[in-house]
């Protein structure tokens, strides 16, 4: 049987969440010195980029809220299920979204001036 040191893996947990928490507060302060005016009246792309982050954060926290609730024995597993799903789909969102910059940026790189 395998030994499982809980101490551990919370204690990763919180150094992954507390480096997720450095990444978007990184990214909200680009955010707020990127802004500039708009003339269409839309929302900006970097906006756009923010909100997706935040959003696949925000599944991210609510899986990891759900698994320790799992733990102690208050949620059910289908609940877990569903929670870590959404965040692996929010997830993939964003790496979707990065791929698809990265790219751009590199077509734009190959253009001849």
Do not use: C, H, W
Not at 73 to 83: E, F, Q, S
Not at 84 to 108: C, F, M, P, S, W
């Amino acid at each position: 049987m395998t030994n499982i040191n809980y101490a551990q893996a919370t204690g990763a947990y919180q150094d992954a969440l507390r480096a997720a928490e450095r990444i978007l507060e990184r990214a909200g302060a680009l955010s707020a010195e990127a802004q500039a005016p708009q003339t269409t009246g839309g929302t900006s792309f970097m906006d756009m980029v923010g909100e997706s982050l935040q959003s696949a954060a925000a599944k991210g926290y609510k899986s990891e809220a759900v698994a320790m609730q799992a733990l102690s024995g208050k949620a059910n597993l289908t609940d877990v299920v569903t929670a870590v799903t959404n965040a692996e789909t929010a997830l993939n969102t964003v790496v979707a979204i990065r791929d698809k910059v990265i790219g751009a940026y590199q077509d734009i790189i190959r253009m001849p001036i």
